[in-house]
C-alpha cells in the first residue's frame, strides 16, 4: 500500500528523500511523478497517503528542477567553447584555401556566433 506505480519506490513518510529522489534517473523520478499525478487525477488515493504523496512530488519537481538549471548552466559554459573550436577550424582552413569565403568575408564578418542559433 506504500509504494507508488512508478518504479515501486516507497513513498512513505517525512524521510521519503531517504528512498532517494536524487538517487532516481531523470526518467525514473519524471515515470514515479507522473504515477503520483495519475493517482491524484483519478481522485483514487488514500487521505493517509495524501501529504506523503503531495510531498514526494514536490521532492521529485525540486530535484528535476535543480537537474535542469545545472544541465542548462553546463550547456551555456560549453557552447562557447564549441563555437570558440568551430571558429579557430574555420580560420584553420581559411588560412589553407587564401583565408577568404566565398563572397569574399573573412570569418568575423561571417557571423561570428551564428553557430549557437537553435540550441534553445
Given at each position: 500500500m506504500a509504494t507508488t506505480r512508478g518504479g515501486g519506490k516507497s513513498a512513505t513518510g517525512a524521510g521519503s528523500d531517504a528512498?532517494?529522489?536524487g538517487d532516481l534517473s531523470y526518467s525514473e523520478a519524471g515515470a514515479e511523478l507522473d504515477a503520483i499525478i495519475e493517482e491524484f487525477e483519478t481522485g483514487v488515493i488514500d487521505v493517509d497517503r495524501l501529504v506523503d504523496q503531495l510531498q514526494?512530488?514536490?521532492?521529485?519537481?525540486?530535484?528535476l528542477d535543480r537537474r535542469l538549471r545545472r544541465t542548462r548552466m553546463q550547456v551555456e559554459e560549453l557552447v562557447p567553447r564549441l563555437e570558440?573550436?568551430?571558429q579557430r577550424d574555420v580560420s584553420d582552413e581559411d588560412a589553407d584555401d587564401g583565408g577568404t569565403e566565398p563572397d569574399g568575408a573573412g570569418p568575423a564578418e561571417a557571423g561570428g556566433g551564428e553557430t549557437s542559433q537553435g540550441l534553445f
Open positions: 528512498t532517494g529522489v514526494r512530488a514536490t521532492e521529485i519537481v525540486d530535484e570558440a573550436i568551430g
